[in-house]
């Protein structure tokens, strides 16, 4: 697992993004929002591409349609259907239950571990310490 730089990321680069990083760059966090920003400006240039899982659809959709704000979900959602999604396949199911076998990940953490890997994904960004174990994926928090 590497600290977060978004200068590391080479032009080009496929990054899946993590629920908890989403949310703190959309609701604008005090605390974590900064330390996504400058990744997030990378993608607004052009020069990294974004890809979600349809978990992070979900998570990220939950806070506004709890507080039965359907506009706002509605953004929400628009903003990461523009990005690569990555839907929940069979490969994907099995690829998630061995790195829970293997690693003990949380099935959310899983899934997206195992979707970052069918993607080929230049990189996971995570705000969760639970991926340090996950070999052969570049993990950035």
């Not at 240039?45 to 349809?54: L, P, R, S």
């Not at 953004?75 to 293997?102: H, M, N, P």
Request: hydrophobic residues 50%; glycine residues 4%; contains cysteine.
């Amino acid at each position: 697992m590497e600290s977060l730089d978004a200068t590391a990321l080479r032009d080009g680069a496929l990054v899946l993004v993590d629920s908890a990083p989403i949310i703190y760059t959309l609701e604008a966090h005090a605390k974590f929002a900064a330390r996504f920003a400058p990744m997030f400006q990378r993608h607004a240039d052009g020069e990294i591409v974004f890809a979600v899982t349809t978990v992070t659809i979900a998570e990220v959709l939950t806070g506004p349609l709890r507080a039965g704000e359907e506009a706002l979900a509605k953004r929400y959602r628009a903003v990461l259907e523009a990005w690569q999604v990555v839907d929940f396949t069979c490969d994907i199911a099995e690829s998630a239950a061995r790195l829970r076998g293997k690693y003990g990940l949380k099935l959310p953490d899983a899934i997206q571990a195992a979707s970052a890997l069918s993607i080929n994904a230049d990189a996971l960004v995570t705000h969760d310490r639970d991926f340090a174990k996950v070999r052969g994926l570049r993990v950035l928090t």
